[in-house]
T-cell receptor
Framework: ETGVTQSPTHLIKTRGQQVTLRCSSQ?????VSWYQQALGQGPQFIFQ???????GRGNFPPRFSGLQFPNYSSELNVNALELDDSALYLC?????????????FGQGTRLTVV | GESVGLHLPTLSVQEGDNSIINCAYS??????FIWYKQESGKGPQFIID?????DKRQGQRVTVLLNKTVKHLSLQIAATQPGDSAVYFC??????????FGTGTRLQVTL
């Protein structure tokens, strides 16, 4: 167990809808990163939050947005869902604002867009 | 652009043998590398990491080797067990605050 928890574990949404995914980071970690993992692929970086500010973003459109709260938990919001958004969404927590420290992943949220 | 690739999509190893999983990276600015294990339906599990100022690091039954000259990373698993069956990813990070993953290698352990 990594101490990183994500909710919900599975979700089915209709194209065009909006979704919010949640992540609680490991105790003591102040940085949360979100990744999208399509079936059979490696995780792709969406963005990272450090001390409630976005600290780096991957090649994802603005309809992917996020928040980090004072307790370092985080949300990933996706608007105007598309079929290609179907994937496993992973949250990772780490201690520092930079990527070069151990990052521990949650179990992920499986999102299916129909 | 940046990329992390793996040479073999599937590796089949007999129980008790040693496994070697290879990874090539293209970003010469990468200074930190991690190997993850991912079992079906689970998130990636941290196995071992190595920084660019090292060329070898050992853990319990696992060893990571880094060759910066040819931008190559490998994971060696000693005495492979059925519980080692999973998809293995290498990931790298440099000055950006993100991990870049490869597509993964599936390790199948046969009895």
């Amino acid at each position: 167990e990594t101490g990183v928890t994500q909710s919900p574990t599975h979700l089915i949404k209709t194209r065009g809808q909006q979704v919010t995914l949640r992540c609680s980071s490991q105790s003591g970690h102040n940085t949360v990163s979100w990744y999208q993992q399509a079936l059979g692929q490696g995780p792709q970086f969406i963005f990272q939050y450090y001390r409630e500010e976005e600290n780096g973003r991957g090649n994802f459109p603005p309809r992917f947005s996020g928040l980090q709260f004072p307790n370092y938990s985080s949300e990933l919001n996706v608007n105007a869902l598309e079929l290609d958004d179907s994937a496993l969404y992973l949250c990772a927590s780490s201690l520092a604002g930079w990527g070069n420290t151990e990052a521990f992943f949650g179990q992920g949220t499986r999102l299916t867009v129909v | 652009g940046e990329s992390v690739g793996l040479h073999l999509p599937t590796l089949s190893v007999q129980e008790g043998d040693n496994s070697i999983i290879n990874c090539a990276y293209s970003n010469s600015a990468s200074d930190y590398f991690i190997w993850y294990k991912q079992e079906s339906g689970k998130g990636p599990q941290f196995i071992i990491d190595i920084r660019s100022n090292m060329d070898k690091r050992q853990g319990q039954r696992v060893t990571v080797l880094l060759n910066k000259t040819v931008k190559h990373l490998s994971l060696q698993i000693a005495a492979t067990q059925p519980g080692d069956s999973a998809v293995y990813f290498c990931a790298e990070t440099g000055t950006a605050s993100k991990l870049t993953f490869g597509t993964g290698t599936r390790l199948q352990v046969t009895l």
